[in-house]
């Protein structure tokens, strides 16, 4: 079986290609021409070339293959030219990955493209699976919980912005691809969308806590009242000074992001790591 998978060189895609790959499939990888290949360097696949807003590039990755992997971002608009360029190739078969923050209750800014890119995908006709990954972490590529162990590896202590008891639920980053693999090989998964998270929630404070062990450290926190602090960020956003961080990242710090993951692990028997496993993977790996 051939799959052709769009985002392949990103900190998840190149997890399962690789995991593809030494399950029997055949893979194409649809890339832009400045894309860094190194990560698939050593890799057996095919290349296509192309941009996911030129259809006709994206129709001729297609032909050919027997199903479509797109874990590049829905948040850019671009669903509906993956669904067209889909179908012109007769792909019927496909797995998209989107998010667990299309269910916010902020008023983020690609929140709408993402729902309606959900839509179009779920009326598509097409034999699609979504998975809505929570955060996803597991190596120096990924832009959160290695920013707070590089952090935590050299701060005595680390401000909070709020109480940290909002509930997190990071998933590692190769139980993603193994949800991939497992969503693709299990024809129960066919029109159907899933949540997949880690194994537990946690609350903000506990994730400090785990990785602060992982290092092992101890880390006093610091915990500061957050609406003031998101006044001032918006403050210096409607001012157009860039920051390290947004308001709407404070905002989603004390937001719940705790989600059940149920009707994954009955359709296709996915099992995620703890975070503790997965965290000191990710210490471990990168000393």
């Not at 006709?125 to 972490?137: E, F, N, Q, S």
Request: positive net charge.
């Amino acid at each position: 079986m051939k799959v052709l998978v769009t985002g392949a060189t990103g900190f998840t895609g190149s997890r399962v290609v690789p995991l593809l790959l030494k399950n029997g499939y055949e893979v194409r990888c649809f890339v832009r021409e400045t894309s860094d290949r190194s990560p698939l360097s050593l890799l057996t696949v095919e290349w296509a070339t192309g941009d996911l807003s030129n259809p006709e590039a994206l129709t001729s990755a297609l032909r050919g293959v027997d199903a479509l992997v797109n874990i590049a971002s829905l948040g850019f608009g671009h669903a509906e030219t993956i669904i067209g360029s889909a179908k012109e190739a007769g792909v019927r078969r496909g797995i998209f990955i989107s998010t667990t923050a299309i269910f916010t209750q902020l008023n983020a800014g690609s929140k709408s493209i993402r729902l309606a890119a959900e839509e179009a995908i779920q009326t598509s006709g097409l034999d699609y699976t979504i998975l809505r990954p929570t955060m996803i972490y597991g190596s120096k590529r990924d832009r959160n919980m290695w920013r707070l162990i590089r952090l935590l590896r050299v701060a005595p202590f680390l401000p909070i912005f709020g109480d940290g008891e909002s509930l997190q639920q990071p998933i590692f980053v190769d139980d993603v691809a193994q949800a991939v693999l497992l969503a693709l090989q299990n024809d129960a998964t066919i029109r159907k969308s899933y949540n997949i998270a880690g194994k537990d929630p946690l609350t903000y404070n506990q994730v400090i806590d785990t990785v602060a062990s992982a290092l092992g450290k101890r880390v006093w926190k610091l915990h500061l009242p957050y609406m003031p602090i998101v006044r001032a960020l918006q403050f210096t956003e409607r001012m157009r000074l860039r920051l390290p961080i947004k308001a709407e990242q404070v905002l989603r710090l004390n937001e719940n992001k705790a989600f059940s993951y149920e009707e994954a692990e009955r359709d296709f028997g996915f099992s995620p790591r703890s975070f503790e496993e997965g965290i000191r993977t990710e210490v471990s790996n990168n000393q």
